[in-house]
């Protein structure tokens, strides 16, 4: 649900889009929000693979705190309690991509300036990319830890 907000809220800007399926997905992301401001897993995924490396509380709050963003004008209340979870929540046991992730959101919600973000980002930054990797998972999550890296700096400037 957080993809097809995050998807069609940018894609409005060069498709027609039904509002209201927006706001009733996002409605549904909103119904799910616990009072930390973190969101729970709802229903079961049956190809785990598509979720990436959201398959944890910290980095599925993150994707959908990324979606909420894109999808409200700025001070939208529900991404800032989201951000301030994930603040909270961001320590050296969340996983590399949780914590990028979080970075990424909590900028994107206005809960980080985009030169904390890049310094931040900058510090999670192995060589030339982010490696969001444990053991036994897919170097496609590299890709997608770096790729919000580099969106995390192109925001920055």
Request: charged share 20%; hydrophobic share 50%.
């Amino acid at each position: 649900t957080a993809y097809v907000v995050k998807v069609f809220s940018a894609a409005k800007e060069f498709v027609p889009v039904d509002e209201q399926v927006l706001t009733s997905a996002r409605k549904f992301l909103l119904s799910h929000q616990r009072p930390d401001g973190s969101f729970e897993q709802v229903g079961r995924i049956i190809h785990q693979d598509l979720l990436g490396g959201a398959t944890d509380e910290i980095s599925l709050t993150a994707f959908i705190t990324i979606a909420l963003a894109a999808s409200a004008p700025a001070g939208d209340e529900a991404a800032e309690r989201a951000a301030a979870f994930l603040a909270a929540a961001d320590s050296e046991q969340a996983s590399r991509y949780a914590r990028v992730l979080g970075i990424a959101a909590r900028q994107a919600a206005g809960g980080l300036d985009a030169t904390a973000a890049a310094d931040a980002a900058l510090a999670l930054r192995q060589g030339d990319f982010w490696s969001g990797r444990h053991d036994g998972d897919h170097a496609a999550l590299d890709v997608e830890t770096t790729g919000y890296g580099v969106l995390i700096l192109q925001r920055a400037g």
